[in-house]
């Protein structure tokens, strides 16, 4: 990996997993350390450095320090507050660790303590990314709740993952951002998540002079291939965790590739969902050979109405407004579906309008038309 921390090393994640280790065992001190003020809850260091000497003297763990504190009222009303919290807290996620349902105890534990809340209130491009890093682990809690994992397998899974990263020798791949591949050439690159949202990235639909930046980091990533470039996208991706797939739609770059440079190496396959959201567009196999070094692009792909919603019409009552759908509000005017979230009357819909900004809607009471 070049250029970038290893995603299970980063801090919100590493967080998070310390949370579902501790909620594991609860004497876990080393976990219970970084995660007792994390996010703040009003527990000092003043606080902690006492809890730590209780844990010495009486020769516990840091949680039976907790507990005999709270039991002895060794501390103020407001530390003594803070700490009966925390323990409530993780009480209720070993409950919920038992039950072996991580999707869920990672829901309730970001409820509960507002991380991603308070990410939002920076609104920075650093704590933005650290928000998709969270959904990017509930993506994969998702993955490991269908291949019916234990939380204590997904937490082994984690720390395989972070201990590989760190090995070098002989790497027959590299990972690295657009930005890190700058000036480097590969005999062979892959470009993934060539997806409206991704690349282009959702901050930059709105701002041309980004929206430009976006394409040249996109030719930048092309060009970097001397003998081979697979370009490719994920038809449907999960969102927040959410059971179901949604679809993604295409990088506007798709189109502006010369179609006489694409070779089309894609395969239909069976539905992604219940619903069928993806149509198979064959393309005519060519081999296109020149010293385009693009001449290897591979895919593509054509969003198709599902046959639910076509039944239903298009208007805003009956049709399901998915990610690329276009939309027109009263009050915002004309814009383009960027999310879906959730599922049922709470459905709640991320939508980009141009001259105004970016949207959040509960699909039901928006009015949302579609066009």
């Not at 994969?140 to 937490?155: G, I, K």
């Not at 759908?325 to 009263?330: A, F, I, Q």
């Not at 579906?337 to 039901?364: A, C, W, Y």
Request: aromatic share 6%.
């Amino acid at each position: 990996v070049v250029g970038g921390i290893s995603f299970y090393e980063r801090a919100e994640v590493k967080d998070l997993l310390a949370y579902l280790k501790a909620a594991l065992n609860l004497r876990d001190s080393i976990s219970l350390l970084r995660i007792i003020n994390s996010p703040p809850r009003g527990i000092g260091l003043t606080t902690v450095r006492k809890l730590q000497e209780i844990a010495l003297e009486s020769g516990g763990s840091f949680w039976d320090a907790i507990l005999r504190a709270l039991e002895n009222n060794l501390f103020s009303t407001r530390a003594a507050a803070a700490l009966q919290g925390f323990r409530a807290l993780m009480e209720e996620l070993q409950q919920l660790v038992s039950q072996g349902n991580l999707s869920d105890v990672l829901s309730t534990l970001l409820e509960r303590i507002q991380y991603t809340e308070l990410l939002d209130k920076e609104g920075t491009p650093e704590a933005y990314g650290r928000i998709e890093n969270i959904q990017e682990l509930l993506n994969a809690a998702a993955d490991s709740r269908e291949r019916e994992e234990s939380v204590a397998e997904f937490l082994d899974h984690a720390a395989l993952v972070s201990d590989t990263d760190s090995y070098e020798e002989g790497t027959a791949i590299t990972l690295m951002t657009l930005h890190s591949a700058k000036g480097l050439e590969f005999p062979v690159v892959i470009l993934g998540g060539l997806e409206e949202g991704l690349l282009p990235h959702s901050r930059s639909l709105l701002n041309a002079q980004a929206l430009e930046e976006e394409r040249r980091l996109c030719y930048v990533g092309m060009t970097r291939a001397q003998d081979l470039l697979i370009l490719t996208r994920a038809r449907a991706r999960r969102h927040y965790g959410y059971q179901l797939l949604e679809p993604s739609p295409p990088s506007r770059f798709w189109s502006e590739i010369p179609p006489h440079l694409i070779e089309d190496w894609s395969r239909p396959s069976a539905a992604l969902s219940p619903e069928r959201v993806y149509e198979y567009e064959p393309a005519e196999p060519t081999r296109v050979r020149s010293e385009d070094p693009a001449r290897n692009v591979r895919g593509h792909f054509r969003l198709a109405e599902a046959q639910a919603d076509a039944s239903q019409g298009a208007n805003a009552s009956g049709a399901r407004l998915r990610p690329g759908s276009r939309v027109r509000h009263e009050k915002y005017g004309y814009g383009t579906v960027l999310r879906r979230e959730g599922n049922g009357d709470q459905t709640k819909l991320t939508v980009s309008f141009p001259g105004v900004g970016v949207k959040k809607l509960i699909e039901r009471y928006a009015g949302l038309e579609k066009v």
